[in-house]
């Protein structure tokens, strides 16, 4: 176990609803990096905060909202939910010189 | 922008044959991650190469990484039921960035 957790595991969503996923990384990490995986695809970079600070963003729209919290945990928040944001979402924690472990990953349906 | 190859897509192997996936970065990285993803999983980081013509071995699994380090390929030797899974390779998206780009993966099942 990496020590990266996501909650919950599975959620249903309506289209034009908002959905929270959240991740608490592993003790000692300060960074947090948030990956959507579609249904056969490699992992797509979404953002990445590192002590409560967006430090790099990948081309999802501003619909796509995080947060980092002092205890370096973090929320990634999706309004106004579409059909294709139906994927794995993934939290990956590091402490910003080794390799990123990731969460279980939430999966989200969009209906 | 910054984009990651990986081939074969697929790959079905007689338990006991070898495996190999190649990955190609659209450009110069300063180093190069590969994680494997069992099926239902999450990605789980196998190994990170930073050196040029690195070659690194975890037992069956041999890693190397170009002499351009901007491609690198994984090879399993004499596959067994437990390597079945997705095979990805992920660059950073620019120098000092810890922000990865994957590949597509290798997807690969072994035929017992």
């Known amino acids: 176990e990496t020590g990266v957790t996501q909650s919950p595991t599975h959620l249903i969503k309506t289209r034009g609803q908002q959905v929270t996923l959240r991740c608490s990384s592993q003790s000692g990490h300060n960074t947090v990096s948030w990956y959507q995986q579609a249904l056969g695809q490699g992992p797509q970079f979404i953002f990445q905060y590192y002590r409560e600070e967006e430090n790099g963003r990948g081309n999802f729209p501003p619909r796509f909202s995080g947060l980092q919290f002092p205890n370096y945990s973090s929320e990634l928040n999706v309004n106004a939910l579409e059909l294709d944001d139906s994927a794995l979402y993934l939290c990956?924690?590091?402490?910003?010189?080794?390799?990123?472990?990731f969460g279980q990953g939430t999966r989200l349906t969009v209906v | 922008g910054q984009q990651v190859m990986q081939i074969p897509q697929y790959q079905h192997v007689q338990e006991g044959e070898d495996f190999t996936t190649y990955c190609n970065s659209s450009?110069?990285?300063?180093?190069i991650q590969w994680y494997k993803q069992r099926p239902g999983g999450h990605p789980v980081f196998l190994i990170q190469?930073?050196?040029?013509?690195e070659v690194k071995k975890q037992k069956r699994l041999t890693f190397q990484f170009g002499e351009a380090k901007k491609n690198s390929s994984l090879h399993i030797t004499a596959t067994q039921t437990t390597d079945v899974g997705t095979y990805f390779c992920a660059g950073p998206s620019g120098a000092g960035s810890y922000q990865l780009t994957f590949g597509k993966g290798t997807k690969l099942s072994v035929i017992p």
């Open positions: 990956a924690s590091s402490d910003g010189r080794r390799e990123a472990f």
């Open positions: 190469l930073v050196k040029s013509g």
């Open positions: 450009t110069t990285l300063s180093n």
